[in-house]
């Protein structure tokens, strides 16, 4: 495993185009580490990491600018012909617009996998206190840390607390892990507000006509995910657990059998011919504008 800035290179090696995941709404690559050990061996992957993550870039301000950045720095370190996509919750929405991006370049998409990933246009987006809680609750759920105890103290707080009184609060209560400390919570709420508010702003237009593939949470809503209606070609998938828990366990398994099976075909393209490992700037130049 090696890092290359923005992008967290999980398995460099393979035949099949890289698989490219698209990070979720906190903007971290680290959540797709266990797919190095769910996916075939000759399946290279990656993970992006969203600007102010771990450095000093600001954040995204939309999320096509987002996408821009992100279909920009794979061109700049891994400039292949093709690319499969993955991404969890936000990371869905925006792995889709990458999608429809990289075809317009020219590019291939053999897959694309949006796992438990909300419509955007079918999302109630929180404000307020509910949006800090929203936060802490994805900060600790997805590094598997319960939440109760953090939720009881936010809900114990006066109407109209900030975030900066609200994280000092739960350190204060000693609920968080003791690396979570007060600077790094308003760090990292930054970005997760700075996305969630692209998030709200994103219209998704023009469709998508290459296969889609859902994977969806048996305990998530059905109705908040129908694709079909902009993608032309949907399969979807369901996998035990919840939208956190299908990272761990029993639903990492599963969602690793649905991952080999939606990538199992993506080594040749249209025509049946094999995709090359790499490509080089003379036989897949980028596209006007560089990377």
Known sequence: ??????????????????????????GSPYPYLPLAALLDADQPVLALE????????PPAGSLPDLTAGYRDTLRRVRPDRAYALLGWSMGGVVAYHLAQRLR????????????DSVVPTLMRHPEGAERTTRFVVDLLATSGQPVEPARAVLDGLPAGSTPGAAFTALVRAGVLPEDLDHSFLLHRYALFDAHLTALSHYRPTGGYDGPVTVVRAAESPADLMRWDGLAADVTELVVPGDHYSIWRGEGLVALGRALRRCLSGTDTDDHGRPYAQKGTADEWPPPPGGA
């Open 1 to 26: 495993m090696t890092d290359d800035g923005a992008v967290l290179t999980i398995r460099a090696t393979g035949r099949r185009p890289a698989l490219c995941c698209v990070p979720a709404i906190s």
């Open 50 to 57: 969203a600007p102010g993550f771990e450095d000093d870039r």
């Open 104 to 115: 317009a370049d020219g590019l291939d998409v053999p897959a694309l996998v949006l796992v």
